[in-house]
Antibody, heavy 120, light 106 residues
Framework: QVQLQESGPGLVKPSQTLSLTCTVS??????????WSWIRQPAGKGLEWIGR???????NYNPSLKSRVTISVDTSKNQFSLKLSSVTAADTAVYYC????????????WGQGTMVTVSS | DIQMTQSPSSVSASVGDRVTITCRAS??????LAWYQQKPGKAPKLLIY???SLQSGVPSRFSGSGSGTDFTLTISSLQPEDFATYYC????????FGGGTKVEIK
């Protein structure tokens, strides 16, 4: 059973770059079955899709965040990563990594989420 | 961008009640719609995909229907563990979620 685990700093200063990594266990990130995605959720609010990467390295980003987001994959480590630049307090949220099934376009696996606070 | 609008934003119900949540897409998305359940402090859990397909392990009291722009999630007989927030999600273009529906105890 494939599992996901987010890791990275819980506190980031304004204007700096938020960096998170998602480790895939129990299966290969190169299986081709998933688009590997990042989703975030500010406290008490809804879910916002940030972007996704396929094992080929092709990416798609939410247009509202596109100028600040980079998602990359390291198949040798079975990991994919998120970088969000020029962060502000509005980027404070729980960040989830998730797998979007290629066949059904549904997120059927999720990490537990990691809280990232943007504050000086 | 495809906008997803859920209604109601919250609903109060009792154990055993039938609960229906609606999701409307701003343009047609065929049947590319999923539903999730989220409990406080937890990641969302996939309930329904492709508008009406039940995810493995999800109780049969959950069902989904619809196509095009209008979709529904129905809980046929609400159980104590079903009090949570529910989200719809489309991925016709890039993924987007509805605003959520909180199912609360009446």
């Amino acid at each position: 059973q494939v599992q996901l685990q987010e890791s990275g700093p819980g506190l980031v200063k304004p204007s700096q770059t938020l960096s998170l990594t998602c480790t895939v266990s129990g299966g290969s990130i190169s299986s081709g079955s998933y688009y590997w995605s990042w989703i975030r959720q500010p406290a008490g609010k809804g879910l916002e899709w940030i972007g996704r990467i396929y094992t080929s390295g092709s990416t798609n980003y939410n247009p509202s965040l596109k100028s600040r987001v980079t998602i990359s994959v390291d198949t040798s480590k079975n990991q994919f990563s998120l970088k969000l630049s020029s962060v502000t307090a509005a980027d404070t949220a729980v960040y989830y990594c998730a797998g979007l099934t290629v066949t059904d376009d549904a997120f059927d696996i999720w990490g537990q989420g990691t809280m990232v606070t943007v504050s000086s | 961008d495809i906008q997803m609008t859920q209604s109601p934003s919250s609903v109060s119900a009792s154990v055993g009640d039938r609960v229906t949540i609606t999701c409307r897409a701003s343009q047609g998305i065929s049947s590319w719609l999923a539903w999730y359940q989220q409990k406080p402090g937890k990641a969302p859990k996939l309930l329904i995909y492709a508008a009406s397909s039940l995810q493995s392990g999800v109780p049969s009291r959950f069902s989904g229907s619809g196509s095009g722009t209008d979709f529904t999630l129905t809980i046929s007989s609400l159980q104590p563990e079903d009090f949570a927030t529910y989200y719809c999600q489309q991925a016709n273009s890039f993924p987007s979620f509805g605003g959520g529906t909180k199912v609360e105890i009446k």
